[in-house]
């Protein structure tokens, strides 16, 4: 029930495409589902987030989409740079209850020139 | 401003040992949260602070794990009697108010059991 599932565990793209990362969740009590990005030796930081009363979010080249009724969320990163190369992380929340953040296995993108 | 700071960055331990991390929260945050983040592994929940209520303790693995918050600040995370599965980065994140979504990280502190 506390489970985020995320995939792919590892991603390669080539500069200017598109990396695609996906999340998948149980709890319907979750209302707030950020998107971390962290290098290596570093924290986590947050990306981006969203909240179910809407579908898609997007911020800059990074975009989330949202589909509740299907329990799932997914990290667009649009004309994808080298300097994106990082691990990213999903995480969900019940925000309104303990707002501990349930995170994801991680996905490796590495961006290629 | 300043960010969440933690120390030590590296802790080498050997088994049987006990260990204290402190986290420094970002000034004013009223919620600080501790999460492990074993080589490889997602981050995973240990224990969280909001104010003067009593803390959620849900996530630590045993009872060897404690953790306090003095003053409302200053958090440190106590291990007890060190085992080798305890090795793992050991992040504290802290964010302005609960229910407001944003955790911000600091760099984690390393801690190695030999």
């Known amino acids: 029930q506390q489970q985020v599932k995320q995939s792919p565990q590892s991603l390669i793209v080539q500069k200017g495409g598109i990396s695609i990362i996906n999340c998948a969740y149980e709890?319907?009590?979750?209302?707030?589902f950020p998107w971390y990005q962290q290098f290596p030796g570093k924290g986590p930081a947050l990306l981006i987030a969203i909240r179910p009363d809407v579908s898609e979010k997007k911020e800059g080249r990074f975009t989330i989409s949202f589909n509740k009724s299907a329990k799932q969320f997914s990290l667009h990163i649009m004309d994808s740079q080298p300097g994106d190369s990082a691990t990213y992380f999903c995480?969900?929340?019940?925000?309104?209850?303990?707002?501990?953040?349930?995170f994801g296995t991680g996905t490796r993108l590495q961006v290629f020139p | 401003g300043a960010g969440v700071s933690q120390s030590p960055s590296n802790k080498v331990t050997e088994k049987g040992k006990d260990v204290e991390l402190r986290c420094d929260p970002i000034s004013g945050h009223t919620a600080l949260y501790w999460y492990r983040q074993s080589l490889g592994q997602g981050l995973e929940f240990l224990i969280y602070?909001?104010?003067?209520?009593?803390?959620?303790k849900s996530g630590l693995p045993s009872d060897r794990f404690s953790a306090e918050r003095t003053g409302g600040s200053v958090s440190t995370l106590t291990i007890q009697r060190t085992q080798q599965e305890d090795s793992a980065v050991y992040l504290c994140a802290s964010s302005l108010e609960r229910a407001s979504g944003e955790q911000y990280f600091g760099p984690g502190t390393r801690l190695t059991v030999t």
């Open positions: 709890n319907t009590a979750f209302d707030y």
């Open positions: 995480a969900a929340s019940e925000s309104y209850n303990t707002d501990k953040l349930i």
């Open positions: 602070f909001q104010g003067n209520s009593a803390p959620d």
